[in-house]
């Protein structure tokens, strides 16, 4: 029969255990998970509305991402349903893709209440490390049905030369 020092020990390492995997789930998923700040919509809704939204919404959502790349470019896709083009900004910082933008409250009925809400408003951001140096002057995005796509053309290197050194004697 074991002894209580044993037990504590065997739960200890379980405990452990279960804390590392937990640790080695969130790094993986965290790339993924958007933030999103609830409340912060231009719709302006009512404080009521903004407590409402908060209480029942998590504020997180998942921005789906594929990073591709080939000799000449690194393609983006990203998910990004229910924005307008114009509410997304993008730019690359420190090899990273910032995805920034707002997702407004739509409601389909005035005088109905939310019983359900799984989708994710507010404004957002996401970073997306990039493999490569791009240029991103030469960057171009479309976004078509709800997902975002930007082609970011690969630094190219230049040619080092060959530079004679003498030595004075």
Not at 72 to 82: T, Y
Not at 91 to 119: A, P, S, T, Y
């Amino acid at each position: 029969m074991a002894t209580w020092q044993q037990l504590r020990e065997n739960v200890s390492r379980a405990w452990d255990t279960l804390v590392d995997g937990w640790n080695q789930l969130y790094e993986r998923a965290s790339g993924a998970m958007t933030r999103f700040v609830p409340g912060a919509s231009k719709m302006n809704p009512t404080e009521q509305e903004r407590r409402e939204l908060a209480r029942r919404s998590s504020g997180w959502g998942v921005l789906a991402a594929e990073v591709s790349d080939d000799a000449k470019r690194v393609v983006v896709r990203l998910e990004a349903p229910g924005l307008e083009p114009e509410e997304i900004d993008l730019q690359v910082i420190d090899n990273m893709l910032v995805v920034r933008g707002e997702k407004h409250l739509q409601r389909e009925h005035d005088d109905g209440q939310f019983h359900v809400v799984e989708c994710a408003y507010g404004s957002f951001e996401r970073a997306i490390p990039l493999p490569v140096a791009v240029d991103s002057e030469r960057s171009k995005a479309s976004y078509k049905h709800g997902v975002l796509r930007v082609e970011l053309p690969k630094v190219t290197e230049q040619k080092r030369q060959g530079i004679k050194i003498s030595l004075g004697s």
